[in-house]
């Protein structure tokens, strides 16, 4: 099983990206998906989640701005960020708790990271 994280980018502030996060594999089904994020210097942190019934959390420093969504017929999900601010800048990561056939239980299976870069 592979998550693999793309739409990052450089944007200026006030701006939108949307980051798209795709799992691929002999995926029997996918519990919940969430994006996470790491600056410099900081650990890492919840940025949304989305259960497999589509119930979402955002965390308060995305509320109002962020909007995650999923799509199960694809296995994938996005994370649309509008209003940037640099203080968004960081790596994102997608995460989900997948089974396969390889491993009927739900096993977390991050991507690779996609880097946000808000400029003032």
């Known amino acids: 099983v592979q998550l693999q994280a793309s739409g990052g980018g450089l944007v200026q502030a006030g701006g939108f990206l949307r980051l798209s996060c795709a799992a691929s594999?002999?995926?029997?089904?996918?519990?919940?998906m969430a994006w996470y994020r790491q600056a410099p210097g900081n650990q890492r942190e919840l940025v949304a989640a989305i259960t497999d019934s589509g119930t979402t959390t955002v965390a308060d420093s995305g509320k109002g701005r962020f909007t995650i969504s999923r799509d199960n017929a694809k296995n994938t999900v996005a994370l649309q960020m509008n209003s940037l601010k640099p203080e968004d800048t960081a790596v994102y990561y997608c995460?989900?708790?997948?089974?396969?056939?390889?491993?009927?239980?739900?096993?977390?299976?991050w991507g690779q990271g996609t880097l946000v870069t808000v400029s003032s």
């Open positions: 594999g002999k995926i029997i089904g996918i519990n919940d």
């Open positions: 995460k989900g708790e997948v089974a396969s056939v390889y491993n009927i239980n739900y096993v977390s299976y």
